[in-house]
């Protein structure tokens, strides 16, 4: 017979456990107090307005040195959930600058004790093993809360262009009456016709109406969405940490992509090209006042 084939070990870097920034505060709902290991090797913090999400790191797990006394393990099908606390912890013991760059991970290993999940960091001189007990409520199903429909794409009309009866400057007519007034405009004013509104914007002009032309020039109406400083602050340091590899001369865009007002805001950060780790996540926006 064969050499029975086992799978490769589970590996984190330190980007992978940048989630921890996501993870809520609230001990009201446990589950989403830690970082959450999914089967397919990536890591999730969700506080329930944020979702932080870095992919499997792209290193042969199969490099990883083999250590006496441990025994690597597999995550469940459900996922596992870790506290938050051994997560800053174990981000912390990774070696860093090391010459092996698989040692700059760490290993899903077998706990001390039935009930509990362990993570490996190793320099090959020192072993360092963080014990932890899973949350057991089951994660909710952050894939359901990924966008599914399409961005949002601003609707271009053709404002209609006013014209002062004393400069006879030509401008939009936004200039002059509110944007929400707009789409009406068309269905009361004939070209010729006053603009409701209270005289020439030109500086200087004394003008005291305005009158519409037969010119119009394309114009969309603004996508108002409000985001909270304070989750846009952690979303900052979650990608700052999980995009390690950015340096002062490196372009570091982070992109939003907006669907609705209401709407969860998803936003991608590109790819770590030290780990090969893809980081992107959602911001909900706030309810704006009316």
Request: glycine share 6%; proline share 9%; net charge positive.
């Amino acid at each position: 017979m064969g050499k029975k084939q086992t799978q490769p070990p589970v590996l984190y870097t330190r980007e992978s456990l940048a989630v921890v920034h996501g993870a809520s505060d609230e001990d009201t709902r446990p589950v989403l107090t830690g970082v959450y290991l999914d089967p397919n090797g990536d890591t999730i913090g969700c506080s329930g307005h944020v979702l932080f999400r870095v992919s499997k790191p792209t290193l042969d797990a199969a490099d990883f040195p083999v250590r006496k006394g441990v025994t690597p393990r597999q995550i469940d099908k459900a996922g596992i959930i870790m506290p938050k606390e051994t997560a800053r912890a174990v981000a912390k013991q990774i070696p860093k600058k090391t010459m092996l760059p698989v040692l700059e991970h760490a290993q899903l290993v077998a706990g001390t004790a039935s009930d509990t999940v362990a993570l490996l960091t190793t320099d090959l001189e020192n072993d360092h093993v963080a014990n932890f007990k899973p949350i057991k409520d089951p994660y909710p199903n952050y894939r359901r809360t990924m966008p599914q429909e399409k961005a949002y794409k601003v609707p271009v009309t053709s404002e209609p262009q006013a014209r002062c009866a004393n400069c006879e400057q030509t401008f939009n007519v936004s200039d002059l009456i509110p944007l929400a007034e707009l789409p009406d405009l068309g269905k009361h004013l004939d070209p010729g016709s006053e603009v409701p509104a209270g005289g020439c914007p030109v500086k200087h002009c004394k003008g005291s109406f305005c009158y519409l032309t037969e010119e119009s020039k394309p114009w969309a109406p603004r996508l108002v969405i409000g985001l909270s400083a304070r989750l846009l602050e952690s979303l900052v340091k979650f990608v700052k940490a999980a995009r390690s590899d950015w340096r002062k001369d490196f372009p570091d865009m982070i992109t939003f992509t907006f669907y609705r007002p209401s709407a969860a805001v998803s936003f991608d950060a590109g790819e770590n090209l030290n780990t090969g780790q893809h980081v992107d996540g959602l911001i909900m926006p706030m309810r704006l006042p009316k």
